[in-house]
C-alpha cells in the first residue's frame, strides 16, 4: 500500500537544478505529455475505486487535473481531512478550497442543528418533570399531550437515557391524570348518591304525609306500599355504599322507613282479617249481642293492627273498635272562636283551590288539595264545619267522576303493562336484570295512579308475582352467599386476633404488619353483601381489631416520618453547601437513607418526599448549571482556537521562518484548559507540524551556509569570523587530511554513492571505520557531529584550499542529502 501511495503521489515538483558546471539532461515534452497522462489515470482509477479519505485528501491537493482535485475534495468527510485540506488550497487551489470550506460550514450547520434538537430534549424532559410535580391541575392533560406532540418531533433523535427519563416523566403524569380522574369519579358517585338518598327521604316523607291525608273510608294499595318500601330499601342501600353517610340523614331515613314498615304491618293485616274485621263490625251495626268471646276477639285484632298514631282511623275499624270497648277518637281540644274563623278561611282557600284544579282536570293535584281539605274540616268544630260539608261531597264526587275518566284514559295503558309483565314471566333472564325489569314495570303502574279494577290489578299483581317466581331461588341463594360472606368476616377477625395475641412488636416486620391491615381490609370489602343485623356485631369487632393494629401501626409511621423530616432537613441545608462535589455525594447518601425507612402514612410520605426532591433537585441543578458553564465557555474557547488555528494556517502558508516563529507563539498562547478533546488535538497537532517545519527550515538554512562555507573554502576566502565558534575545537579533534577522504567519508556519513573510480578507496574506508567501531552512518546526532568535524577540519584545517570544485560540489550534496533526510 506504502509503495503504491508513493507511486499515485509522485512529486510534482521540478528537480532540483544541476550545478552550473554541469549541463542538466532535459526530457523531452513528449514524455513529460506520456508520465502526466498516465498520472491522471491511475488517479481516476483511484477514485472510481473506494478510496479511504487520505488518498482522497491527497488526490485533492495533488491531483494532475482540476477536476480530480474537485472530485476527491467533493467525496471528503472527515472533518481533520477538510480542515487540512482547506489550510493547503487556501490561495492555492480556489475551486478545492470552496468545496471543502462549504462542507466544513454544512458540518457546522448539522452539528448546530443537533446541538439545537438536544437542548429541545433536555427541554421537553424537564417541562415532563415538571408537569408531573406541578400542582396546577388545569388543562392537565392537555398540557401532557402538547408536551407527547412535540416529543414525536425529536423521539428518533434522543438517546434511550433521554427517552426512558421523558416516558418516565410521562408516565408519572399519566398516573397524575389517573389519580384525578378517579377522584372525579368518585366525587361525581357520590354527589349520586346524595341526590339518591335525598329523593328517597323526600318520596318517604311526601308517601306519609299522603296517609296522613288518606281517606278514612278508603285503604291505600298494599301491594303499591310493599313495592314502595322494597324498592326504597335498595335504593338507599346503593345510595350508601363506598360512602360516608351524616348520622342524622341516615336517622330520618330510619325514622321514616320504621313509619312507613308499621302503616304496612297494619294494612296488612286489615287485609289478611278482612272477612272477620266485617262479621265482627256487623254485630255492632246490627245491634246484636256480642259474646264475651267475640270482644275478646275484637280487643286482640285491634292490638295486633296496632294501627299507628297520628294516620287517619279506617272506617273499616270503627265497629271494631266499639265492639273492643274503644272510643272513637280522641277528643278534639277546644279551641277559640277566633281560631276557628282562621281555620275556616284557610279551609276556603282549599276548597277554592280544589275547584280549580277540578276544572283544570288536574287529578294528581287535585287528589292531595282534597286530602289537604279533609285534614283541615276535621280541624273545625262542628259549628264551623257544617257549612262546608255539602260542598266537600260535591267536590269529593267530582273528584271521583274525574278519576274514573282518567282511569278509563290509562286502562289501555294498564292493560299493556299487564301483558308486559305476563310476557316478562314467560321469558328466562338473568335474575338481577328480570327483578330490575319488575320493579320498572311496577313504577310504571304506580305512576299511572293504580287501578280501581280489581281485576285489573289482580292481573297485574299475579303476572308480577309469577315473573318474581325464578328471582326467589336467586335471591335465596344470595341470602346463603350473605351467609358465607358473614362466615368470612368471621374468620378474618379470627385471623387478625390470632395476629395481634402472637404479635412482638419490638421485632416486627412492619411492612408485612401494614399488608396484613391493608389485606384484612380488603378481603373484609370483598366479603359482600351481608346481612345487615346479622353484621353489626361482627363489624364491631373487626373495627376494634383494626384500631388495635392501627395504634402500633400509626406510631411507628410516626416515627419513620420523623426521621425522613430529619432527612429532608439535611437535604435542604446542602442546597448551598460547597464544594458541590461533597454535597451531591450527601444527597445520594440520603436517598439510600431515605429508601431504607420502614412504613410511614401515604399522604405525609408524598409531602416529604417532594420537598426532599426538591431539595435534591435544586443540588444536582447546581451541577447542571456549572456543566452548561463549563460547556459555553468550552465552546467559546474551542471558537477563539479555531480562529487562531485558520489564522496561524495564513501565517504559516509562507514558509518563512518568522511567520512560522510567529504562529507557534500564537498557538502556544492558547489556554488549553477549556478546550474539548477533538479541538486540542488539534492545536497539539498543529505545534507538532510547526516546529517540524521551524526545524527544517533552520536545518535548511545551516545547510546552506555550511555549503557556502565549503565553496568559500575551496576558493580560499573563508574568514575564521564566519564558521561557528565550536568548529576550532572540532577541527583540532579530527583526523582528516585528504580532501577526497573526507568528502568520501562525508558520502558515507549522508549516505550518498560515490563515484566509480573511488568506490575501493570508499570500501577500505568503511572496513576501517568498522574496525575503529564507529560504524556506519546513522541520523543521530553523532552523525551530524562527525559532519560537522569534516566541515571544520575542510574549512579551518586547510584542506579545502587542496580540494577541486568537483570535490566541493559532491560535498556540498552530500550535504544537501543530509537535509532531506
Given at each position: 500500500m506504502a509503495a503504491f501511495i508513493q507511486k499515485l503521489f509522485r512529486s510534482r515538483k521540478t528537480p532540483e537544478a544541476a550545478p552550473k558546471q554541469r549541463k542538466a539532461v532535459q526530457p523531452e515534452p513528449v514524455e513529460q505529455e506520456n508520465t502526466r497522462a498516465s498520472q491522471r489515470e491511475e488517479q481516476l482509477k483511484a477514485l472510481e475505486g473506494s478510496p479511504s479519505q487520505s488518498i482522497l485528501a491527497k488526490l485533492a491537493m495533488e491531483g494532475v487535473t482540476a477536476d480530480i482535485r474537485q472530485t476527491a475534495a467533493g467525496r471528503l468527510t472527515d472533518e481533520a481531512s477538510l480542515q487540512a485540506v482547506q489550510k493547503q488550497a487556501k490561495g492555492r487551489d480556489k475551486g478545492v478550497y470552496q468545496t471543502v470550506k462549504s462542507a466544513l460550514q454544512q458540518r457546522r450547520e448539522e452539528q448546530a442543528r443537533l446541538d439545537s434538537i438536544s437542548q429541545t430534549i433536555a427541554t421537553l424532559t424537564r417541562h415532563a418533570r415538571d408537569q408531573a410535580k406541578s400542582d396546577d391541575t388545569k388543562l392537565y392533560e392537555a398540557r401532557l399531550d402538547a408536551?407527547?406532540?412535540?416529543?414525536?418531533?425529536?423521539?428518533?433523535?434522543?438517546?434511550?437515557?433521554?427517552?426512558?427519563?421523558?416516558?418516565?416523566?410521562?408516565?408519572?403524569?399519566?398516573?397524575?391524570?389517573?389519580?384525578?380522574?378517579?377522584?372525579?369519579?368518585?366525587?361525581?358517585?357520590?354527589?349520586?348518591?346524595?341526590?339518591?338518598?335525598?329523593?328517597?327521604?323526600?318520596?318517604?316523607?311526601?308517601?306519609?304525609?299522603?296517609?296522613?291525608?288518606q281517606p278514612p273510608e278508603t285503604l291505600p294499595s298494599l301491594a303499591s306500599l310493599d313495592a314502595l318500601q322494597k324498592t326504597q330499601e335498595n335504593?338507599?342501600?346503593?345510595?350508601?355504599?363506598?360512602?360516608?353517610?351524616?348520622?342524622?340523614?341516615?336517622?330520618?331515613?330510619?325514622?321514616?322507613?320504621?313509619?312507613l314498615r308499621n302503616y304496612l304491618g297494619s294494612i296488612r293485616r286489615i287485609t289478611q282479617d278482612r272477612d272477620t274485621i266485617v262479621e265482627l263490625g256487623t254485630l255492632v251495626e246490627g245491634e246484636d249481642d256480642a259474646t264475651e268471646e267475640q270482644r275478646a276477639q275484637a280487643?286482640?285484632?285491634?292490638?295486633?293492627?296496632?294501627?299507628?298514631?297520628?294516620?287517619?282511623?279506617?272506617?273499616?275499624?270503627?265497629?271494631?273498635?266499639?265492639?273492643?270497648?274503644?272510643?272513637?277518637?280522641?277528643?278534639?281540644?277546644?279551641?277559640?272562636?277566633?281560631?276557628?274563623?282562621?281555620?275556616?278561611?284557610?279551609?276556603?282557600?282549599?276548597?277554592?283551590?280544589?275547584?280549580?284544579?277540578?276544572?283544570?282536570?288536574?287529578?294528581?293535584?287535585?287528589?292531595?288539595?282534597?286530602?289537604?281539605?279533609?285534614?283541615?274540616?276535621r280541624d273545625l268544630d262542628q259549628r264551623h264545619a257544617k257549612p262546608y260539608q255539602a260542598r266537600v261531597q260535591l267536590l269529593n264526587g267530582q273528584l271521583r267522576e274525574l278519576s274514573d275518566w282518567q282511569g278509563f284514559a290509562t286502562q289501555p295503558k294498564q292493560i299493556a303493562l299487564c301483558e308486559q309483565m305476563e310476557y316478562l314471566a314467560e321469558q328466562p333472564m338473568d335474575p338481577e336484570a328480570k327483578a330490575e325489569r319488575i320493579k320498572e314495570l311496577q313504577n310504571e303502574w304506580r305512576d299511572l295512579g293504580g287501578s280501581s279494577d280489581r281485576n285489573l290489578w289482580s292481573r297485574f299483581k299475579a303476572a308480577s308475582d309469577k315473573a318474581y317466581e325464578p328471582c326467589k331461588a336467586y335471591f335465596s341463594a344470595k341470602s346463603g352467599l350473605k351467609q358465607a360472606n358473614l362466615e368470612k368476616r368471621s374468620?378474618?377477625?379470627?385471623?387478625?386476633?390470632?395476629?395481634?395475641?402472637?404479635?412482638?412488636?419490638?421485632?416486627?416486620?412492619?411492612?408485612?404488619?401494614?399488608?396484613?391491615?391493608?389485606?384484612?381490609?380488603?378481603?373484609?370489602?370483598?366479603?359482600?353483601?351481608?346481612e345487615f343485623r346479622d353484621n353489626r356485631a361482627v363489624q364491631k369487632r373487626f373495627d376494634e381489631l383494626l384500631k388495635k393494629l392501627e395504634a402500633p401501626l400509626d406510631e411507628e409511621r410516626r416515627k419513620n416520618e420523623a426521621l425522613k423530616q430529619a432527612i429532608v432537613e439535611k437535604a435542604e441545608a446542602l442546597v448551598d453547601h460547597e464544594p458541590l462535589q461533597e454535597a451531591m455525594n450527601q444527597a445520594k447518601a440520603l436517598q439510600g437513607d431515605w429508601q431504607a425507612i420502614g412504613i410511614t402514612r401515604h399522604r405525609e410520605d408524598r409531602k416529604?418526599?417532594?420537598?426532599?426532591?426538591?431539595?435534591?433537585?435544586?443540588?444536582?441543578?447546581?451541577?447542571?448549571?456549572?456543566?452548561?458553564?463549563?460547556?459555553?465557555?468550552?465552546?467559546?474557547?474551542?471558537?477563539?482556537?479555531?480562529?487562531?488555528?485558520?489564522?496561524?494556517?495564513?501565517?504559516?502558508?509562507?514558509?518563512?521562518?518568522?511567520?512560522?516563529?510567529?504562529?507557534?507563539?500564537?498557538?502556544?498562547?492558547?489556554?488549553?484548559?477549556?478546550?474539548?478533546?477533538?479541538v486540542?488535538?488539534?492545536?497539539?497537532?498543529?505545534?507538532?507540524?510547526?516546529?517540524?517545519?521551524?526545524?527544517?527550515?533552520?536545518?535548511?538554512?545551516?545547510?546552506?551556509?555550511?555549503?557556502?562555507?565549503?565553496?568559500?573554502?575551496?576558493?580560499?576566502?573563508?574568514?575564521?569570523?564566519?564558521?561557528?565558534?565550536?568548529?576550532?575545537?572540532?577541527?583540532?579533534?579530527?583526523?582528516?587530511?585528504?580532501?577526497?577522504?573526507?568528502?568520501?567519508?562525508?558520502?558515507?556519513?549522508?549516505?550518498?554513492?560515490?563515484?566509480?573510480?573511488?568506490?575501493?578507496?570508499?570500501?577500505?574506508?568503511?572496513?576501517?571505520?568498522?574496525?575503529?567501531?564507529?560504524?556506519?552512518?546513522?541520523?543521530?546526532?553523532?552523525?551530524?557531529?562527525?559532519v560537522e568535524k569534516l566541515l571544520a577540519s575542510w574549512c579551518l584545517a586547510g584542506i579545502g584550499k587542496d580540494a577541486n570544485t568537483e570535490l566541493a560540489e559532491r560535498l556540498n550534496k552530500a550535504l544537501a542529502n543530509l537535509n532531506q533526510a
Open positions: 408536551l407527547l406532540k412535540q416529543w414525536t418531533e425529536v423521539e428518533e433523535h434522543a438517546t434511550p437515557e433521554q427517552a426512558q427519563a421523558f416516558l418516565e416523566a410521562v408516565h408519572q403524569c399519566k398516573e397524575r391524570i389517573a389519580t384525578l380522574q378517579s377522584a372525579a369519579e368518585d366525587e361525581k358517585r357520590q354527589r349520586d348518591q346524595q341526590l339518591q338518598r335525598q329523593e328517597t327521604l323526600d318520596l318517604l316523607t311526601r308517601t306519609l304525609d299522603e296517609l296522613k291525608a335504593r338507599w342501600l346503593e345510595a350508601t355504599r363506598d360512602t360516608a353517610v351524616d348520622k342524622q340523614e341516615q336517622k330520618s331515613y330510619e325514622t321514616a322507613m320504621l313509619a280487643k286482640t285484632l285491634i292490638a295486633e293492627i296496632n294501627w299507628p298514631e297520628g294516620y287517619p282511623i279506617p272506617t273499616l275499624l270503627e265497629p271494631l273498635r266499639k265492639l273492643a270497648g274503644k272510643p272513637r277518637s280522641k277528643p278534639q281540644p277546644r279551641v277559640d272562636q277566633e281560631q276557628q274563623r282562621a281555620l275556616a278561611r284557610r279551609l276556603e282557600n282549599d276548597l277554592e283551590k280544589l275547584e280549580a284544579a277540578l276544572e283544570a282536570k288536574q287529578l294528581k293535584e287535585s287528589k292531595q288539595l282534597f286530602k289537604t281539605a279533609q285534614q283541615h274540616l374468620a378474618i377477625c379470627e385471623q387478625l386476633e390470632s395476629f395481634l395475641n402472637n404479635a412482638d412488636w419490638s421485632s416486627i416486620d412492619w411492612k408485612a404488619a401494614e399488608r396484613i391491615h391493608q389485606t384484612a381490609r380488603q378481603e373484609w370489602k370483598e366479603a359482600w353483601p351481608v416529604l418526599w417532594q420537598t426532599f426532591r426538591k431539595a435534591c433537585d435544586q443540588i444536582f441543578a447546581r451541577r447542571d448549571a456549572e456543566r452548561t458553564e463549563q460547556q459555553q465557555a468550552s465552546r467559546a474557547a474551542d471558537e477563539s482556537a479555531q480562529a487562531a488555528l485558520e489564522q496561524v494556517a495564513e501565517a504559516s502558508s509562507d514558509s518563512h521562518e518568522e511567520s512560522v516563529t510567529a504562529a507557534l507563539a500564537t498557538l502556544r498562547g492558547i489556554d488549553e484548559s477549556n478546550l474539548s478533546k477533538g486540542r488535538e488539534q492545536v497539539q497537532q498543529e505545534k507538532q507540524r510547526l516546529n517540524k517545519a521551524l526545524s527544517e527550515l533552520k536545518l535548511r538554512a545551516k545547510m546552506a551556509s555550511w555549503q557556502s562555507l565549503v565553496m568559500a573554502a575551496t576558493t580560499g576566502e573563508t574568514a575564521n569570523d564566519s564558521v561557528p565558534q565550536h568548529w576550532t575545537a572540532l577541527a583540532d579533534a579530527s583526523d582528516a587530511s585528504d580532501p577526497a577522504e573526507l568528502v568520501i567519508r562525508a558520502e558515507i556519513l549522508c549516505g550518498v554513492p560515490s563515484p566509480e573510480t573511488d568506490q575501493q578507496r570508499r570500501m577500505e574506508i568503511q572496513v576501517r571505520r568498522l574496525a575503529d567501531g564507529m560504524g556506519s552512518a546513522d541520523n543521530g546526532n553523532d552523525q551530524m557531529q562527525d
